[in-house]
């Protein structure tokens, strides 16, 4: 959209007509204090004194009316608005850590008729909620014997999609390390001056590797401002036939470390026996950690006061010529 910032700069276009129409009352009491470009060419066309021919004198007078009206033009500020594009309010800082233990294999949730295992069950439902997370930074840690950092924040949340999707069971070991999980994310939300920190742990075990204990990790998140909500996933029957085959205790939830690991740092404990209440669990985090809307807009602008600027002073070495031909 075309407008003028200072519009009213337009009232200044009578001023060489004003000054010549009231100059001859105030000559002869003191010389002019106001100098108006071009005046001697307006008054050879009304019929001053001037060695100009009229018909010279006419064209003087409707190429100094232009100059004055492309510099007034210029003054205006005339610009070009672009269309309004949304400012998202600065979001959060969001780390999700997915446990990739051996015990994740665990053949216990239902879709649509088919039989999921625990991390394609986690995989379905976070891809929705990563894509919910506008306007937050998102980053990705992934644990099993050990953490490892998959994807450091950032606002892509397709790629952090991308390598959810390729996370597999086993990569980082067989046993669970939620303390390292814990540390290794407070590290990388260390790093940001963002006040709204978060964690979003989901684990089907409990702690068993790892140097990190989990309430020393939650103590000192809960010193950074980190808040971590624990999401305990699994359905009922403790290790189930999986895990007694693998000898894998770390299927064994641990509720009442996640729970206090949540409670420690103002956050929340969540149970999902089935993809249903997981899926509910992750709209719940979207309602106590909500993604920020937009805050206003903006408008690019785009400056024009050059052109009229130009187109004058081109003018203006016209009205030179022509007077140093006279």
Not at 18 to 29: D, F, G, M, W
Not at 193 to 219: F, I, M, R, S
Not at 242 to 270: K, V, W
Request: net charge negative; glycine share 10%; proline share 5%.
């Amino acid at each position: 959209m075309f407008e003028f910032d200072w519009l009213w700069a337009f009232l200044l276009l009578p001023l060489p007509w004003l000054v010549r129409r009231y100059s001859k009352q105030v000559k002869a009491q003191e010389p002019m204090a106001l100098q108006v470009p071009f005046l001697a060419e307006i008054a050879a066309a009304q019929g001053g004194q001037d060695p100009v021919s009229a018909v010279s004198g006419s064209r003087l007078w409707w190429l100094a009316c232009l100059i004055w009206f492309c510099l007034v033009t210029a003054a205006a500020k005339p610009q070009w608005l672009g269309e309004p594009i949304p400012q998202l309010q600065p979001g959060r800082e969001l780390m999700m850590a997915i446990d990739l233990s051996l015990s994740m294999k665990e053949r216990d949730f239902e879709f649509q008729g088919r039989t999921l295992d625990r991390l394609t069950a986690t995989k379905l439902v976070a891809q929705d909620f990563i894509e919910r997370r506008q306007g937050d930074r998102l980053g990705l840690v992934l644990f099993g014997e050990q953490a490892y950092l998959q994807a450091p924040l950032t606002y892509d949340r397709k790629t952090v999609q991308q390598l959810l999707l390729e996370a597999q069971i086993g990569l980082a070991g067989k046993n669970t390390a939620i303390g390292d999980a814990i540390g290794l994310s407070l590290k990388r939300l260390r790093e940001t001056e963002n006040p709204e920190k978060v964690l979003v742990l989901l684990t089907d075990g409990a702690n068993t590797a790892g140097a990190l204990e989990p309430l020393q990790a939650a103590n000192l998140a809960q010193q950074e401002g980190v808040r971590i909500y624990t999401i305990g996933i699994g359905g009922e029957g403790g290790r189930g036939l999986l895990g007694s085959l693998l000898g894998n205790r770390g299927s064994d939830l641990d509720e009442q470390t996640l729970t206090a690991i949540a409670e420690a740092t103002g956050g929340t404990y969540y149970r999902a026996r089935d993809i249903d209440e997981l899926a509910e669990i992750y709209q719940q985090l979207d309602q106590v950690e909500p993604v920020e809307r937009d805050a206003g807009f903006y408008r690019p602008v785009s400056s024009l006061f050059h052109w009229p600027l130009a187109l004058g002073l081109a003018l203006m070495i016209l009205l030179a010529l022509i007077k140093g031909r006279s």
